[in-house]
Each structure stands twice: as structure tokens, then as C-alpha cells.
């Protein structure tokens, strides 16, 4: 059974604060995303990378880094975390450039 | 040109109904159409897809109807059940460089006993 598991479900951070969200797959998928998912807004891509150390941004990349360094790993980073960043995050991962993606289950952050 | 619009945001249903979403398309390039359901608590999972070559597909209760004309696709579940409560979000594969995924916005649908 194919898994994306994300380290945290929740998570409570301060302003300012350097956050790390972890992703990891079990699947050897080459592809991996980061999105946030906010109501009336729907999915939105944040980052994905398609190999180990390659990384690509999506559509609202600001305030925002990744690292992969091993392939089934992919972590986002907050800088500097501030309050319109409180969302829940979801990680996913693919075995093709646009097919079918694997979603965990989320990682709701609140930063106050 | 990237974009997918939803609608409704949310919708209600009645036990045995038919529930319809509706996504709407710019760019003609897109090559690929998923919808993803997510479950409270749960990341989206693949739901269903179809490709523009092809009208309709069916699985079970769920149907994908496609105009490629008015560049438009919905999803029907018929025989809705409370079981479907959940959120649905259609998709579109995008054209050129990496084909990325573009989200709708997402629709919220409850069916009631």
C-alpha cells in the first residue's frame, strides 16, 4: 500500500519562528510536492521537485524554501513564519510528471 | 490561461440524488482532467480522470462529462450516499515544461439521510 506520511498532523508555531515540515514517500516516486490548502482557495502549489537536489517553484513560492536531499524525503521550510501562512499543508508524490498524485493526510500550522 | 474554476463552493444533497460539480477551462492545451476526493482528516486521493479525446467516463456511481467545445467537465454521482460526504476538487494537467496539476478551488459536498 503506497504511503506519503507528513511528521506532523498539527502544529502551533510563533511568529518569526523557522518551521520545518517533513514529507516522506515509500513508494520511489521521482516527483514530489508541496501544496497549502486554504477554503474558497483549493490546492495550491508551493514547491515540487523531480529528483533528488532539483527543485522547482510553484505558484506562490514567497515565504518559502525546500530541501531534498534523499528521494524519498522532501521537506518545506518557513523562513520566518508569520500569521498568513497558518494553512494546512499537504505533501503528495507521483511516480510520473503530471500523473497520479499520492496526497498525506496534512499538516495543519497555525502561527500566532 | 492557468486557471480552473469550481462550482459550487458547496452543495447539498438529498440521499439517492444526483450530486453535479462543475469546472470550467482556458487553456486548450490542457491534456489531462482528474477529479480528487478528500475525506475530513484525509490528503485528496485520485477519484477519477478522463482525457479530451473521450465524451464521458464512467466508474460505478461516478461519471465524468466532458465538452470540449465550452471547455468544460463535471462530475455526477449518481445515487449520491453519505458515504460521498466529502470534499472534491477537479484538476487539469498543464501544458508544456514540467505538466504540473492546476486545482479547482474545491466543492464541499454534504448528502443528508
Known amino acids: 500500500d503506497v504511503k506519503v506520511t507528513q511528521s506532523s498532523r498539527y502544529l502551533v508555531k510563533r511568529t518569526g519562528e523557522k518551521v520545518f515540515l517533513e514529507c516522506v514517500q515509500d513508494m520511489d516516486h521521482e516527483n514530489m510536492f508541496w501544496y497549502r490548502q486554504d477554503p474558497g482557495l483549493g490546492l495550491r502549489l508551493i514547491y515540487f521537485?523531480?529528483?533528488?537536489?532539483?527543485?522547482e517553484k510553484g505558484d506562490i513560492p514567497e515565504g518559502y524554501s525546500v530541501s531534498r536531499e534523499k528521494k524519498e524525503r522532501f521537506s518545506l521550510i518557513l523562513e520566518s513564519a508569520s500569521t498568513n501562512q497558518t494553512s494546512m499543508y499537504l505533501c503528495?508524490?507521483?511516480?510520473?510528471?503530471?500523473?497520479?498524485?499520492?496526497f498525506g493526510p496534512g499538516t495543519r500550522l497555525t502561527v500566532l | 490561461q492557468q486557471q480552473v474554476k469550481q462550482s459550487p463552493q458547496s452543495l447539498i444533497v438529498q440521499k439517492g440524488g444526483i450530486s453535479i460539480i462543475n469546472c470550467a477551462y482556458e487553456n486548450t492545451a490542457f491534456d489531462y482532467f482528474p477529479w480528487y476526493q478528500q475525506f475530513p482528516g484525509k490528503g485528496p486521493a485520485l477519484l477519477i480522470a478522463i482525457r479530451p479525446d473521450v465524451s464521458e467516463k464512467k466508474e460505478g456511481r461516478f461519471t465524468i462529462s466532458f465538452n470540449k467545445s465550452a471547455k468544460q467537465f463535471s462530475l455526477h454521482i449518481m445515487d449520491s450516499q453519505p458515504g460521498d460526504s466529502a470534499t472534491y476538487f477537479c484538476?487539469?494537467?498543464?501544458?508544456?515544461?514540467?505538466?504540473?496539476?492546476?486545482f479547482g478551488a474545491g466543492t464541499r459536498l454534504a448528502v443528508h439521510p
Open positions: 521537485s523531480y529528483d533528488v537536489k532539483m527543485k
Open positions: 503528495a508524490s507521483s511516480y510520473q510528471a503530471g500523473g497520479e498524485q499520492f
Open positions: 484538476a487539469a494537467r498543464g501544458s508544456g515544461g514540467y505538466n504540473k496539476l492546476i
